[in-house]
């Protein structure tokens, strides 16, 4: 497609008036450049012959650095890189291929001029106010990166500053804080450069990341054991990419120390490419039961049996040949004595070609992030000291951000004052305004108090419900495990009576319960194995109950919050047997309050296919004539880390059915893993089209409001050129075999693509003013903006229609608001019907919406169209997990097919 005939995204149509203005603190610092700024970018690529290694992330940064402190020294303070592939100068380098050295070993680096930036272009961009010029890229991307290079230079080469991603930095002579089992936490700065209206900003963040200590590895290795238990599969995805200092053997002779990267454990699978594999009993053995082959290197009349002292840089070979454990081979070969022989050996090699070591003789080395999974007492820790630094830093970001920018460093000169740049020390202000809250109603018209966001469910009635016959629970405990906390027979029955008469209080039309329920024992590993399957066996117990008698409902309890369980419970519910279900923690139930089983019952009450809170039809806008059919799309990937790499993704579209938005079902696709475009987004609308019909007459909606999860600066066009034009395929389609008027533009629906951002890092607290002391006192908060706070001015893009808005209340730590970004729009600038302007109607319809996530009685922080399809992801990872668990996934074409009694519910909530 030519570059001219591709849609273009919106422009911004304006800015809002609605609401009682205020002015904002932003976490944001200008950035001042020369307009003359002259800058080259080129690109750096290695020369690899078969015997050179792979070159890590750490060496690739050193050779680009050892290039240019080499070949270009008259220029080093004009040179930047991001030590990957990218170099900035504001000085003409000679391209060619350049020699250096590193650890006695010679490598060839080919630098290449990929073009020039002038920043006056940039500039002169921004000062349009929003106008495309012609003929012009639409997001200058290559200055905003090279400006992002030149920030992230020093701490990036900084010893003092760890930088594990290109943006995020954490000084490392800080305070650092302790998190127990052999982990703390750094707090640092994330920076991003963006270009906003009229100039250019510097966004800082206070983040923070989790560290291994620098300590004995089985010191470490035990404290994860205290904390999480004799689980090796987990020890192994603790352990797995660590890098580690052999204790037992000499450096090299250059003084710096041999470095080893931890594969896993022994596994008895190890050593495929050997010719004598190894011996090893069971997965993470210990030393005694890992046996390998060990060649002779000398006559076996001159072999040796003295040993030197550990550590030595000469020793003498031990008389050991053929198999022999690593317990013997250590003690023979190093005289180490291995004390504690239940931990697990490590593999330091590869799984095909294994090199074993003792955790005993390994010493970890520091600064090295941890991406292992956190207890709840880590998690609630974490939590605590992210909130309190998080209040704490937002007052000294200036400070920090000078800090890490290499401002106040005398030893060396800034990267920053070298190419001319200045980054302010005071964070700007901006304007915002706080939208009125909407009018929540349940039954009988009986207005909720709506304060800062929030609301109570007593004394009112779910808006709509559907008769539930009779429903039942199933109790799962586990047969090796007793919980003190645990529910007797006595206890259960009575937090189910109160339940139930929850469900009655708030106007559920629910049955009675059959009594005395369903129970099933499993093992620790949830019935892994041969033989009859328990949980299946009572899940088809419930079916065949089901048709004796009709039962419409399955609360599941959980003895404790497992993963695998959940997945397999799902699993077999929504795809397998089709029941309505509902899970819970026993926990968590036997100290339920009347808060918890209101919100317990609202989640019944979706499933069944009712409508908890409602607002009235001046609210809803153009919504409220129910001719406009609202969807929420989300793609959830594999996350990194974890142990199922081979999941693919998944993509989610739920829809709403009617003008009251109190259901939205929804359906999956799976595609490729990290793929963020849904090229099969066409099928999943016409799926929701159908459904449309169906609830209403055969009618179809005249205008489709997609809310789409962000995705990065570079994909917007992918979303237009792909996505757009899929839908706009599929209502040709549906719409062709539906209408009857003249011209194919009359058939088809106008629509509104709207992505909404959750990972940024924009912050806005409150200014000292009298009005913002005023919302403070309201709200009981020190810094956050009340609920409906709404900017759209100062720190939003300067072409991009966007706006951020704060839906919610946050009563802990900084609210984070919600980026909209309205990519392209038919509904709110191409009719006339309302007289308020675009921005004022987009605005107020996303931020009532946020009053209908009827999980809660709280405004949610994103619409609910984007909330409820990252359910829908969610829910979709947890079949893919099952499947893979059963050897049943097969990547890129697997389908996720519901069962007809949950397909068009919101089975997924």
């Known amino acids: ?512 319960f059959w009594h005395p329920g369903l129970r099933v024992s499993l093992n620790d590993k949830g019935h892994v194995g041969k033989g009859a399957d328990p949980l299946a066996g009572a899940l088809e117990r419930f079916t065949e109950l089901s048709h004796r008698s009709p039962l419409s409902l399955l609360l599941v309890i959980l003895p404790r919050y497992d993963e695998h369980l959940y997945s397999r419970i799902k699993m077999l519910c929504d795809i397998k047997k089709g029941i309505r279900n509902v899970c819970v923690i026993e926990s968590k139930l036997a100290r339920a309050n009347g808060q918890f089983l209101a919100n317990l019952a609202l989640k019944i009450n979706m499933k069944l296919g009712g409508m908890n809170q409602l607002l009235d039809e001046s609210s809803l806008g153009l919504i409220g004539d129910g001719r406009t059919m609202v969807v929420g799309v989300d793609v959830t990937h594999p996350s990194s880390g974890r142990l199922y790499p081979k999941l693919p993704s998944v993509a989610a579209m739920v829809a709403s059915v009617g003008p009251l938005l109190g259901q939205w079902p929804g359906m999956m696709h799976v595609q490729p893993a990290g793929q963020e475009i849904v090229p099969t987004i066409g099928s999943l609308l016409q799926s929701r089209l159908r459904v449309w019909q169906a609830a209403n007459n055969e009618a179809l909606p005249e205008n489709i409001l997609v809310y789409r999860d962000a995705v990065a600066d570079r994909q917007y066009q992918g979303i237009l050129d792909v996505e757009l034009l899929d839908m706009r395929k599929a209502c040709r389609e549906v719409y062709h075999a539906k209408s009857r008027c003249r011209t194919e533009e009359d058939r088809l629906p106008r629509i509104t693509v709207v992505l909404v951002g959750k990972r940024h890092h924009a912050r806005f607290t409150l200014s000292t003013t009298k009005t913002e002391r005023f919302h403070r006192r309201e709200q009981k908060q020190d810094k956050n903006p009340v609920a409906g706070t709404v900017v759209d001015r100062g720190v939003t893009d300067g072409q991009m229609w966007d706006f951020y808005l704060q839906s919610h209340a946050a009563p802990r730590g900084i609210a984070h608001p919600a980026h909209y970004i309205v990519i392209f729009d038919e509904i709110f600038s191409g009719t006339s019907e309302s007289r308020e302007s675009p921005t004022d109607a987009i605005q107020r319809l996303t931020y009532n919406m946020c009053y209908l996530v009827g999980r809660s009685t709280n405004a949610a922080s994103i619409c609910p169209a984007v909330f409820y399809a990252d359910l829908l992801c969610s829910r979709g990872r947890c079949y893919l997990t099952e499947l893979l668990r059963q050897g049943e996934l097969e990547t890129g074409s697997t389908e996720l097919n519901l069962h007809k009694n949950v397909r068009d519910t919101m089975f997924y909530t």
């Open 1 to 512: 497609m030519d570059d001219l005939e591709r849609t273009r995204p919106a422009q911004r149509s304006g800015y809002g008036s609605e609401g009682y203005k205020l002015t904002l603190h932003a976490n944001f610092f200008e950035l001042c450049i020369p307009r003359g700024l002259l800058l080259y970018r080129y690109h750096i690529a290695f020369t690899y012959d078969e015997k050179t290694p792979e070159i890590s992330k750490s060496l690739c940064s050193n050779l680009i650095m050892s290039m240019i402190e080499e070949h270009f020294s008259d220029y080093v303070g004009g040179i930047v890189t991001d030590g990957k592939q990218n170099i900035i100068s504001k000085h003409k380098l000679l391209p060619g291929v350049y020699t250096t050295q590193q650890d006695r070993s010679s490598y060839e680096l080919s630098l290449k001029l990929t073009g020039t930036l002038l920043m006056s272009d940039l500039l002169n961009q921004l000062e349009t106010s929003g106008e495309v010029l012609p003929n012009t890229r639409y997001t200058p991307v290559e200055h905003i990166q090279a400006l992002n290079i030149i920030l992230g230079h020093y701490p990036k080469f900084s010893r003092h500053i760890l930088s594990p991603t290109s943006n995020s930095h954490f000084a490392l002579d800080t305070q650092r804080i302790s998190l127990v089992a052999g982990l703390h936490i750094l707090r640092g700065l994330s920076l991003t450069v963006r270009a906003a209206q009229t100039r250019l900003l510097c966004n800082a963040r206070l983040v923070h990341t989790i560290c291994h200590d620098e300590c004995p590895l089985d010191y470490a290795m035990i404290s994860f054991i205290r904390e999480n238990g004799p689980n090796m599969a987990k020890l192994a995805g603790f352990l797995r990419g660590l890098r580690i200092e052999p204790t037992h053997l000499p450096r090299l002779r250059s003084g710096r120390a041999r470095i080893k990267r931890i594969a896993g454990l022994a596994m008895p699978e190890d050593g495929d490419k050997n010719t004598h594999l190894p011996v090893i009993s069971r997965f993470a053995a210990g030393p005694k039961d890992v046996l390998f082959y060990r060649e002779s290197k000398a006559p076996a009349s001159q072999a040796e049996v003295a040993v030197t002292e550990n550590g030595s840089k000469k020793r003498k070979r031990a008389a050991l040949e053929g198999m022999v454990s690593v317990y013997e081979y250590f003690r023979a070969v190093y005289g180490i004595e291995i004390q504690d022989s239940s931990l697990p050996v490590l593999n330091v090699g590869s799984p095909s070609n294994p090199s074993y070591m003792p955790p005993q003789v390994c010493w970890l080395l520091p600064n090295q992030l941890s991406r292992a999974p956190l207890t709840a007492v880590q998690t609630q820790r974490l939590s605590n000291i992210c909130t309190r630094n998080n209040h704490d830093g937002a007052t000294n970001l200036g400070r920090e951000l000078s800090r890490i920018l290499g401002s106040g460093d005398s030893t060396r000169e800034s990267n920053l004052e070298n190419f001319g740049l200045a980054v302010a020390r005071d964070m700007i202000t901006v304007p915002g305004r706080v939208l009125k809250s909407p009018a929540v109603i349940y039954r009988d018209k009986c207005n909720a108090n709506v304060r800062s966001g929030a609301w109570s469910s007593h004394g009112v009635k779910v808006g709509e419900n559907f008769r539930c016959s009779r429903w039942t629970f199933l109790r799962i405990t586990y047969a090796s495990t007793v919980d003190k906390r645990a529910l007797d027979d006595r206890s259960l029955d009575r937090t189910i009576e109160m339940l139930y008469c929850k469900m009655k209080e708030l106007g559920l039309d629910i049955g009675n």
